[in-house]
């Protein structure tokens, strides 16, 4: 066989696609092209799944009735400095469903640990301009919310009759300890499986927010946004 010439070398590199070039590559080193088919697939499969996890789904972890409020008045949501590392994995265009825990409302005998609405997160993760607080902690940095879905006052989805299902709880018997964070991670079985129940429980969150900032705000509240309105 005889050697090409600088030009037609030079002429093929140029119309060769990244593949063709990859493939004779494969050949002169003796290797086999599914060897390079493999790697490729791998990289588009990671591709995929950075794509993935960039749109996150998480259960928001409500333990605070006034916190909750004001979440669901001021479409806010805030972080103290101790959830702050796993907040700034929120972007915006995550799924939120806003779990409600038995002690929100203050009386744990009487309530269940419920799944009441959904959101989405309509900003990026930053510093709040003036912290909030709730009891005794405060919290500097937060996000914005659209709130999509929510459940009349007192109603639903009962966690714990579904942890058996899901895969964010692997030890099921004592699946309360993953509910230790503000964050937790749902993958798309967990997070359509609440969906659907949360689905046939759920109202226009207009119909719905006016009981549940009743109940969680102290009378002489009145959040930023009704006071714009009022104005």
Request: proline share 5%; charged share 25%; aromatic share 8%.
């Amino acid at each position: 066989m005889s050697e090409e010439s600088p030009g037609v070398r030079l002429r093929r590199s140029r119309s060769e696609t990244d593949w063709q070039r990859g493939h004779r590559q494969d050949e002169l080193l003796g290797r086999s092209p599914l060897t390079r088919l493999e790697q490729t697939r791998s990289e588009d499969c990671q591709l995929a799944w950075r794509r993935v996890l960039a749109m996150g789904s998480y259960l928001l972890v409500l333990g605070d009735r006034q916190a909750l409020a004001w979440i669901l008045a001021d479409r806010e949501m805030a972080f103290s400095e101790v959830s702050a590392r796993s907040a700034q994995r929120l972007r915006s265009g995550d799924n939120l469903l806003l779990y409600t825990t038995r002690a929100c409302f203050r009386n744990p005998g009487r309530d269940r640990g419920r799944v009441v609405g959904q959101a989405s997160v309509s900003s990026e993760v930053r510093q709040l301009a003036a912290p909030v607080t709730f009891g005794e902690r405060m919290y500097t940095i937060g996000c914005s919310l659209s709130l999509h879905l929510l459940t009349p006052f007192g109603t639903g989805v009962e966690l714990t009759d579904y942890v058996r299902q899901m895969h964010a709880f692997p030890k099921a018997d004592v699946w309360m300890i993953y509910l230790r964070r503000t964050l937790v991670a749902l993958d798309d079985h967990d997070y359509n499986l609440l969906m659907r129940l949360l689905t046939e429980l759920a109202v226009e969150p207009g119909k719905a927010i006016p009981e549940y900032v009743a109940h969680g705000t102290p009378p002489r509240y009145q959040s930023p946004r009704r006071r714009r309105a009022v104005r």
